[in-house]
């Protein structure tokens, strides 16, 4: 028995509880459960469509949250997660579409503003992504998600000052994400991320390895729209040891990831140096 006792609510509570720590396969069965004994329980769908969109699996969210906006249309929160798993798929049109009529009816959205950064980053239209972020940010958007595509897409319109000032806000953040998270690998995995954006790959590199450390196999990850296994991890650490010059080093993670998933094409990269 849950506690709260035996009540859509209270699987849903949590859930929530779940999700928080991150057990997504956890939050899945009470959601899943909360539903069984409800079946108008509609946060419980939106929340399962957020587990799955952690757990990178963008197409079955998004159908979670297609079902929610066609039952309850004016929540906007649902809409939001639907336009980041479009993002996901590969469609920044449809995406686009969703993020502007909310910024409509919501101008001061800062998601909004985020996702519409976030399809025109796709476009590689770096400016424009840019001054979404920028938006965003001074919308109360100041979190490492939007400081960190600030920065990305300041290095590609050739703007150090911004990218180094938005990278190290980045960083910060993300670093008091692991003094709150120790023992998870995903606060390791995004200052990884963000050395590797800045091609400090040594530092990325170490980040990349305590990622690893931490991380179990099999297991899906997710944070700040990021999502990623320990292959992902193990790929970017051989990235970062090929660009140091550190050829069998990067050649032994290769042969690690193929020992369990012998069509990984990037590992075969790694192998070929």
């Known amino acids: 028995m849950v506690f709260g006792g035996e009540n859509a609510d209270s699987y849903y509570d949590e859930g929530v509880t779940a999700s928080m720590k991150g057990d997504l396969q956890e939050a899945i069965k009470f959601f899943e459960q909360a539903i069984k004994m409800d079946r108008s329980h509609y946060s419980a769908y939106h929340h399962l469509g ?13 159908e979670y949250f297609h079902f929610v906006i066609k ?16 993002l996901d ?11 502007e009529e909310i910024s409509r009816l919501k101008p001061d959205n800062a998601r909004a503003s985020l996702g519409m950064a976030h399809c025109a980053f796709q476009r590689a239209n770096w400016e424009v992504a840019m001054l979404l972020a920028q938006t965003a ?12 595509l600030l920065g990305r897409a300041a290095i590609f ?10 990278m190290q806000r980045a960083d910060s953040l993300i670093e008091k994400h692991i003094e709150a998270n120790p ?6 995995y ?20 305590r990622a690893a450390q931490c991380a179990q196999p099999g297991r899906q990850y997710g944070a700040y729209d990021a999502h990623f296994t320990l292959t992902d991890i193990l790929i970017k650490q ?5 660009r140091m010059g550190r050829a069998d080093a990067a050649r032994d993670i290769g042969k690690r990831i193929l020992e369990a998933d012998p069509e990984n094409a990037l590992a075969k990269k790694l192998m070929e140096g």
């Open 157 to 166: 319109s050739n703007r150090p000052d911004i990218s180094a000032d938005a």
């Open 238 to 242: 051989g990235l970062c040891l090929q």
């Open 89 to 99: 798929l590969g469609m920044p049109d449809r995406a686009q579409t969703i993020f």
């Open 50 to 62: 957020k587990c799955y969109l952690r757990m990178g699996q963008a197409q079955k969210a998004s």
């Open 190 to 209: 995004l200052r990884g991320e963000v050395q590797f954006a800045q091609q400090a790959f040594d530092k990325a590199a170490d980040f990349f390895d």
């Open 71 to 86: 039952s309850r249309p004016n929540l906007i929160p649902p809409r939001l997660d639907l336009g980041f798993a479009l």
């Open 183 to 188: 023992s998870q690998p995903e606060g390791y």
């Open 137 to 148: 940010i001074s919308q109360g958007g100041s979190n490492f998600g939007t400081y960190f």
